[in-house]
């Protein structure tokens, strides 16, 4: 306890921050109560409150650590809920809200949906397990499903990766896209902006871009945590994500990595609310923004209460 008395002697010759030293006494006060006892684990924030006296302005990374933190030594309660976005049935509000009017291989319009889940004050998730209730369903033209804005996954990988050297080549010999130079377009940056590595959905930046590949091929899609690099240099998965062509039957699943659901978390560790949004894009149909069945997913929640 050496750093105690170090810093009430630095105390008695410097102006007193009566914020650093509310902080410290609190911090002390639960050091000393637990001097004897080896068990006991204090987080990262903590010891470096201990250290400085002040609590630090933490970073993202920081803050995951904090949630692993806790969640490895919190209890962990589980809490059950069915997510729900009903059936599609009516084409996109073209020219409304943000949409724009139809143009043939071009994203003009988009009908978001969303899911609220409400955890209690002071609860602290740490992961999701996901389970599709619904056997098949069909969409028109592509899906974005994003929590709290960050993409989870996506059926048009364009959206939140650039097309690799070989994808575009493929297609760009299938000649079937309505835009001539469209190839170039896709050739940099992807459409969505990332945040330590998450993509966040704003459909004005996906707004009148043009759809590459269109209708030629099974896009790859994207689904967080899928492929990522290892620091090896390898590529490992940490997710997966299932979902049909679009226009065509199938079943949407997702295994999401508990690391990856902290680091989402991580973001805004302040709000009790958390919103999952059902995005389905189009360009010109009049089946298009729509998906025929109920998209019904069953969420276990694991979380633990601080």
């Not at 050091?31 to 993202?60: M, Y």
Request: proline share 3%; with cysteine; net charge negative.
């Amino acid at each position: 306890m050496n750093f105690i008395i170090d810093f009430f002697k630095a105390l008695l010759s410097t102006k007193l921050n009566f914020k650093a030293l509310s902080s410290f006494l609190f911090l002390s006060l639960l050091l000393l109560q637990f001097n004897n006892c080896s068990d006991v684990q204090f987080s990262p924030i903590q010891q470096k409150l201990a250290k400085t006296g002040v609590a630090p302005e933490r970073s993202h990374e920081e803050v995951v650590e904090q949630i692993h933190f806790d969640c490895e030594n919190g209890v962990v309660v589980e809490k059950l809920v069915t997510i729900n976005f009903p059936a599609q049935n009516q084409t996109c509000d073209w020219g409304n809200g943000g949409n724009l009017s139809i143009k043939n291989g071009v994203f003009r319009a988009r009908v978001e949906q969303d899911f609220k889940v409400s955890m209690p004050v002071n609860s602290v998730i740490c992961n999701m397990d996901f389970s599709s209730a619904a056997t098949s369903m069909r969409y028109d033209d592509h899906l974005i499903f994003s929590l709290n804005s960050t993409v989870l996954m996506t059926t048009y990988k364009g959206f939140v990766e650039p097309y690799s050297t070989g994808e575009i080549e493929y297609i760009s010999n299938h000649r079937d896209f309505s835009h001539e130079n469209v190839a170039e377009l896709y050739l940099g940056e992807a459409l969505l902006a990332k945040k330590n590595g998450h993509a966040f959905y704003d459909w004005q930046s996906l707004s009148d871009t043009y759809w590459f590949g269109r209708n030629s091929w099974k896009d790859p899609g994207y689904c967080l945590g899928d492929a990522l690099m290892s620091e090896v240099g390898g590529v490992t998965s940490l997710s997966s994500c299932q979902w049909p062509k679009t226009q065509e039957l199938g079943a949407i699943e997702l295994d999401i990595h508990p690391s990856l659901i902290q680091s989402i978390m991580a973001f805004d560790l302040s709000s009790n609310d958390h919103i999952f949004k059902l995005t389905t894009v189009g360009d010109n149909d009049s089946t298009d923004c729509q998906h025929d069945e109920d998209v019904s997913i069953d969420l276990m929640i694991q979380y633990v209460q601080k």
